[in-house]
């Protein structure tokens, strides 16, 4: 059971007992001190003051000094009746206490659903202005409407929402680090491939930590009305409805990805030794190469795309060759136009 229902009820209770224990006192007190018949006017004056005693008469112009403390006579006027109103006034405090603890519950609950509903709600503004080009206007890819094809994933995806998956709390925190690690950091593909772009300061984007969440919030709770909202929005914003895909990002250019994959080990500076001492220098490779024996068989035997397999897998070429693959067909890191660039860029070198 829920903590807060039983400390509710507990609180109640004591609430309960203490005033049935209270009431108990006050009957018992009045059953073994029956109360004494009061007393006033005449009769007052005839138990102070015998009869035939003189009665001393306050002088006319007597002005008694203001007591410096509360006259203990008057605070204990009453004392019974205070009492129980100051008990009153307690036990109303435990059980308020107590009602509090009751429907704190739906009252956080409430805020919760409330809060979420608030951050869907940027979320989706979020969304409208910064991933829609990419995601689509409902989240789920495609083409734009001339036919080009959008770069990002489907979002409005069953397996990313809350009510397909909740079953499973292992799932829902899974999506929602995938989904937030993704927005933060971006995945970065090479060149001439998209890229989600990062998106959290602290991967140099726009958006705090509060909008990252607000966009996996829409992502897991958005609803059907949600995503068919988004080119309202987009309207709203005097954006267009039809998405503007951006241009694919150009690869770098071949003497670029030379200096910075394969410098790593190959000098291109005629005279200067390579980094790696099995590399060959390849400064004036353009009429040098090849050199590897197998390489310069396959050129001879006619293949044109005799140094683009080489970049591409070399142990293809000499098994075991010490350089790795570095085309992504064989599990290095450039795309197929990549390697091609760099090909072209080896060949000019010395020319
Ligand atoms: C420039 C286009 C572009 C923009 C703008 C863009 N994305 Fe992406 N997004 C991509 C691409 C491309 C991928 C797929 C990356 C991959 O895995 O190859 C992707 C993947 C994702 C994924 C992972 C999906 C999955 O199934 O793993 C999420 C989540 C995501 N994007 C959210 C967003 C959000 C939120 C925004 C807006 C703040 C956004 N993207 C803006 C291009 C974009
Ligand atoms: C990790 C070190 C390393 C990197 C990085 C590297 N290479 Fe090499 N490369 C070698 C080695 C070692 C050899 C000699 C291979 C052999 O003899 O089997 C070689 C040989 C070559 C040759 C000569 C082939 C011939 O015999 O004609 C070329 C051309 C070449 N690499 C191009 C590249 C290009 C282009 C890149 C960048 C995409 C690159 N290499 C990155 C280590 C590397």
């Given at each position: 059971m829920d903590l807060n229902v039983i400390l509710a009820a507990v609180s109640v209770l004591i609430f309960v007992a203490l005033l049935a224990f209270f009431a108990f006192l006050v009957k018992h007190q009045a059953d073994v001190e029956p109360e004494e018949k009061p007393v006033y006017g005449v009769e007052l004056l005839e138990q102070h003051y015998a009869p035939g005693s003189t009665v001393e008469q306050p002088t006319p112009y007597y002005v008694a000094p203001i007591p410096a403390a509360p006259d203990p006579?008057?605070?204990?006027?009453?004392?019974?009746?205070?009492i129980v109103v100051g008990a009153a006034m307690l036990f109303g405090l435990f059980g308020l206490i107590g009602a509090y603890l009751l429907i704190q519950p739906a009252l956080r609950a409430e805020?919760?659903?409330?809060?979420?509903?608030?951050?869907?709600?940027?979320?989706?503004?979020?969304?409208?202005s910064l991933c829609y080009d990419c995601h689509g206007r409902d989240g789920r890819g495609g083409t734009n409407p001339e036919g080009k094809q959008l770069p990002g994933l489907p979002l409005n995806k069953a397996e990313f929402k809350y009510e397909a998956i909740k079953a499973d709390p292992?799932?829902?925190?899974?999506?929602?680090?995938?989904?937030?690690?993704?927005?933060?950091q971006g995945r970065e593909r090479p060149a001439p491939a998209y890229s989600m772009p990062?998106?959290?300061?602290?991967?140099?984007?726009?958006?705090?930590?509060?909008?990252?969440k607000q966009l996996a919030d829409l992502i897991m709770y958005g609803h059907d009305e949600d995503w068919a909202d988004m080119p309202h929005i987009r309207e709203e914003h005097g954006q267009t409805v039809a998405e503007v895909v951006p241009d694919p990002p150009k690869p770098p250019s071949g003497d670029v990805i030379a200096r910075q994959v394969c410098a790593v080990c190959h000098s291109f500076t005629a005279g200067q030794a390579s980094t790696s001492p099995l590399a060959p220098n390849l400064a004036r490779y353009g009429v040098e190469g090849p050199i590897v024996a197998e390489l310069r068989r396959a050129k001879d035997?006619?293949?044109?795309?005799?140094?683009?397999?080489?970049?591409?897998n070399p142990a293809s070429i000499k098994p075991g060759s010490a350089m790795p693959p570095y085309g992504q067909s064989?599990?290095?890191?450039?795309?197929?136009?990549?390697?091609?660039?760099?090909?072209?860029?080896?060949?000019?070198?010395?020319r």
């Open positions: 006579l008057e605070i204990s006027a009453n004392l019974d009746k205070k805020a919760v659903e409330h809060q979420l509903s608030l951050d869907v709600r940027r979320g989706k503004a979020l969304y409208a292992a799932a829902v925190e899974r999506v929602r680090r995938l989904l937030v690690s993704t927005i933060e990062a998106w959290a300061r602290s991967h140099g984007g726009p958006l705090g930590a509060w909008q990252i035997s006619g293949d044109a795309d005799w140094l683009v397999k080489w970049v591409t064989a599990g290095g890191q450039l795309p197929e136009a990549s390697v091609r660039l760099v090909v072209q860029y080896l060949l000019t070198l010395g």
